[in-house]
């Protein structure tokens, strides 16, 4: 099955990207979390078989990259077989971590050719990232991008403008000093958490347009929308129909075309985004470059809403 897999990845190398969004267990507690993760999430119904014939699937289809995200991801049971898979079948993995806690297995991923290390920063000063995240998380995730840059990992860090004169400037001088290189500034977008209220509907304008087009999201339970920021737009489950039928289907064309309406409209759309990418990826989260191009204006919403 995997030399299979592995020759119609060789064979078609259709640009894609698949996200697995693994969890909703988090031990952060960001006001602005899109999908509401935290401490009291839980991993969903996906275990490790389900997961691999989701890359497999995936993989056939030439899809070549994937990316692991949650919650946090690193904190799922099977995450590391489900990196390690993605891996053996010749795609390119990406994961983005809080870089709270990083054992040597993973360590040992992210140290590969293939993979990406991504992970979210948000002020030179403790207390205020620490706030934005809900826990005391600054002194550990810094600590930990050190080492991974004295491993000779080339982490990609994403520094989400929550507003209220965030100190986004001085953070990116700190990891500029520190030796980060790569660097994607976004801003608050308008789901989960930071859609200013549990009733708020997703404001669709505020994806990139490009959604649902060689990309595509898993949740927890199986459930498959067409991107990240948006896991209460399901298109189906590949419990019930499989990868390829999900993305193929009648629903998720007709989905991906309500964006699209959805983003014309909203006066958004490819050519907008965050400042100073650097090659990282325009759609956050996701750090590959040329990935997405969003163009959300930002929002009034306090992350601590």
């Known amino acids: 099955m995997t030399a299979q897999v592995t020759n119609a990845l060789q064979a078609r190398r259709v640009e894609g990207l698949l996200w697995l969004d693994l969890t909703r267990k988090c031990q952060l507690n960001c006001g602005h979390c899109y999908n509401a993760s935290g401490p009291e999430g839980t991993h969903g119904a996906?275990?490790?078989?389900?997961?691999?014939?989701?890359?497999?699937?995936?993989?056939?289809?030439?899809?070549?990259?994937?990316?692991?995200?949650?919650?946090?991801?690193?904190?799922?049971?099977?995450?590391?077989?489900?990196?390690?898979?993605?891996?053996?079948?010749?795609?390119?993995?990406?994961?983005?971590?809080?870089?709270?806690?990083?054992?040597?297995?993973?360590?040992?991923?992210?140290?590969?050719?293939?993979?990406?290390?991504?992970?979210?920063?948000?002020?030179d000063q403790s207390a205020e990232h620490n706030r934005i995240t809900g826990r005391s998380s600054h002194s550990r995730t810094r600590a930990n991008i050190v080492k991974a840059l004295e491993l000779g990992i080339d982490p990609v860090v994403s520094i989400i403008d929550c507003g209220d004169q965030q100190r986004v400037g001085q953070a990116r001088a700190e990891l500029a000093a520190l030796g980060v290189t790569r660097f994607k500034v976004d801003r608050l977008r308008p789901f989960g958490r930071a859609a200013c209220g549990s009733s708020q509907s997703a404001d669709l304008s505020g994806l990139c347009g490009k959604c649902g087009t060689d990309r595509a999201t898993v949740g927890p339970d199986g459930s498959v929308s067409p991107?990240?920021?948006?896991?209460?737009?399901?298109?189906?489950?590949?419990?019930?129909?499989?990868?390829?039928?999900?993305?193929?289907?009648?629903?998720?064309?007709?989905?991906?075309?309500?964006i699209r309406k959805s983003v014309r409209s909203g006066g958004a759309g490819y050519d907008g985004g965050g400042e100073g990418d650097d090659d990282g990826n325009k759609c956050n989260p996701g750090t590959i470059p040329d990935e997405c191009t969003p163009g959300y204006p930002g929002t009034e919403c306090s992350p601590r809403n």
Not at 60 to 66: F, N
Not at 86 to 104: C, K, P, S, Y
């Open 227 to 258: 991107c990240v920021f948006t896991p209460s737009l399901s298109v189906g489950n590949v419990l019930d129909d499989g990868l390829g039928s999900v993305l193929d289907g009648p629903v998720m064309s007709a989905t991906r075309e309500l």
């Open 46 to 123: 996906l275990r490790s078989k389900e997961w691999v014939a989701v890359v497999d699937e995936a993989a056939s289809r030439g899809i070549v990259r994937v990316q692991l995200i949650g919650g946090e991801p690193t904190l799922h049971p099977d995450a590391l077989t489900v990196a390690r898979h993605a891996l053996i079948v010749g795609m390119e993995l990406e994961v983005f971590t809080n870089l709270v806690r990083v054992t040597d297995d993973w360590w040992q991923v992210f140290q590969g050719k293939r993979t990406t290390l991504a992970t979210s920063y948000y002020s």
